[in-house]
């Protein structure tokens, strides 16, 4: 017998604070199909959403050039299954709404992601992490 807690719901609820802006996050709920916190749970679920992701704020230059890197990955291919389908390439502006799509899906979930194996524990930042230069001489 299994008896281990599924918390899947709480880490989703925790991940949509991440996720969507402050100024969407009541309205957005429904939306998501997961179950709308009462006002004093969300008022703590905000802080908590916060304090989490300035966790990630070291990495948010580095981040940034990866999320862009990964965008145009993506977009290229996202192109080359538009041309197979549609016997052409998408044109300038169709390539310029995947890529600005693709970067804001990457952004959106790559730092709450970090953040939360950060907070389980599973992940941590090393010393570069918290030297932007150094971190940039990665690449």
Request: glycine fraction near 4%; proline fraction near 4%; charge should be negative.
């Amino acid at each position: 017998m299994n008896d281990a807690l599924d918390i899947t719901a709480v880490i989703q609820q925790r991940l949509a604070w991440d996720i969507v802006s402050c100024d969407e996050i009541r309205e957005t709920w429904k939306y998501l199909d997961l179950v709308q916190p009462s006002e004093d749970v969300a008022e703590v679920a905000h802080l908590e959403s916060h304090k989490r992701l300035r966790t990630v704020e070291p990495l948010a230059l580095i981040g940034d050039v990866y999320i862009t890197l990964a965008a145009d990955i993506i977009s290229k291919l996202m192109a080359k299954h538009f041309e197979e389908q549609n016997g052409c390439m998408p044109t300038d502006t169709e390539r310029s709404v995947m890529m600005a799509q693709n970067n804001e899906v990457i952004r959106g979930a790559l730092f709450p992601i970090i953040a939360h194996l950060m907070e389980t524990g599973m992940l941590q930042l090393g010393p570069t992490a918290y030297n932007t230069q150094a971190s940039m001489r990665m690449i």
